[in-house]
């Protein structure tokens, strides 16, 4: 009778398995030191070797010529184990034996001790299905087991295990198996079986297991049945319904020419050729993550799962677009995914996600819109381009120019460190050179307080302006002191401040800032609290509003009054 591959190949000692090193390392140093745990918990994806491995402990444990890492194979205890005959080693399916009854009669069984063998091995595959009750009579057996008895508890879903359980066991989380090692354990079994396969067939047939060698393994079975001796690409991937990747590309390459239409006759074709259109979205958004990981790592990166070929290809589109336009065409594609599972028209769908994407493509950053702003020179207000130009080029973010105001956003700062200048110097010290040769005046008979005010309202820099009203100064020569409270911050300009003392020729001056609680009154009066259409009226006139409208449309519904 045909056996198929997974059960077929199913490794026989530690050196079979594939990955899993941590829990091969830490299983074989306790067989080999003797100190052997009465209770084990293995969690973790499906067909990752969880049983396997424990019915490998088990012959380790229970090997004529052991307890031995190395189990011999060919003793009786051996060959029942693996034959799934062995009296001593028991296997539970929890699925179906969950209730307190049937952990009562394995509570029974533990006390007698092994027929043959050094140890009662009792395996309980899917563990989490366990009813508590049932946990609970098995508590005081697992905590305080008879000499020759170990439980290992195999279960893909840890967390539905009581605590009071974990506790008691030593517990091993499986990883779900890498792509290259899936592949090359699936190239030795195509030897083993004088199956001829080609790398791409195989890489197929690695990403259909998603990191399961079962999953892998029952893929390549299905394969074999359907092509016979020589597995090729094209046949093994119409087999599985999976998609390659130039459908994808497609996608990237519309993308880059801004192609609505090409989307469109792409989903025609999908659906034309009986695809599933989830599916599709869903290997989309796979896709678009391996492409962000190939524009941030490299295509040399272990991060995607996908063949030499494949990877070389990603790494080149991935250059076409920026990481941003990357993350975002992911977010939608997610999006997408989402929508279509309960989608009833899941070709208009994929159609609206797709075309969204080509739209996408056209917007520009938030951030990059915003430092475009504040780095052009306020007086000199000129049309602005169109802020929807594509950005899909992979040209490098050009660097906007330091802006003295208000200091650079933490974007900005971002950006400019990227672009490897350094970060813009605050007013207070770029001027401070200038200042160096300039003679030092006494700044003690100032009335610092009310020239800066003044100088700032004539200029109708209104914003500094509160800020200084509610501020506390002292200056000692050139060199003045700002102390501002904290929700003035955003509002304090010190660019403004050096226009002030300009205006009111208070000569070279040097401004510090700091920002804090100001615990003494201000010296002047403060202007009672504006009323809310004058408030509006000063936001509106601000000249940063005023760019921000040229650039965004739009209009300005309410003023809000942070110091409120
Ligand atoms: N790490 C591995 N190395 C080699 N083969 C593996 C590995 N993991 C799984 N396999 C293959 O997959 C088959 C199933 O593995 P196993 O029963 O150990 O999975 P499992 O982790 O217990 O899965 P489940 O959670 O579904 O019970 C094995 O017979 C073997 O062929
Ligand atoms: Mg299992
Ligand atoms: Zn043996």
Known sequence: MYQVLARKYRPQSFDDVVGQEHVKTTLRNAITQRRIAHGYIFSGQRGTGKTTLARIMARCLNCEKGPTPTPCGVCSSCLEIAAGSATDVIEIDAASNRGINEMRELRENVRYQ??????????????????????????????????????ILCTTESHKIPATILSRCQHFSFRSVDFDELIERMRWICGQEGIEADDEALAVLAQAGEGSVRDSLSALDQAIACAGGRLEAAEVRSLLGSFSIDAFARVAESLEASDGNKMLDLVDELERNGQNLQHFARELSRYFRNLLVARMAGESTRLIAASARERGELAVLAQKFSEEDLTRYLQLALDLYRDLQFSLQPRFHLEVGLLRLVHAGRLESIERALAGLRSEPRSEPKP????AAPSISAAPISAPAPALRRGPSPFELDRLKKAGIREPQAASTAG???LAAAPLISGAEIDWHG???????????????????????????????????NEFKLMTNVTELQQAAQKQQLGPVRFKLIFGEVTSAPVISTPKAPQESELSERALAHPEIQRFREAFGGEVRAVRNLKE
């Open 114 to 151: 092994p027929s043959r063998d050094r140890f009662k091995i009792f395996i309980i595959d899917e563990a989490h299905q366990i009813t508590n009750e049932a946990f609970n009579a098995l508590l005081k057996t697992i905590e305080e087991p008879p000499s020759w008895a170990v439980f």
């Open 384 to 387: 602005r381009a169109p802020i």
């Open 432 to 434: 401070a050179n200038a």
């Open 451 to 485: 020239q800066i005010l003044e100088g700032l309202n004539a200029l109708g820099l209104t914003f500094t302006a509160d800020a200084i009203a509610h501020a506390e100064i002292s200056a000692s020569g050139n060199e003045v002191t700002v102390k501002i409270p």
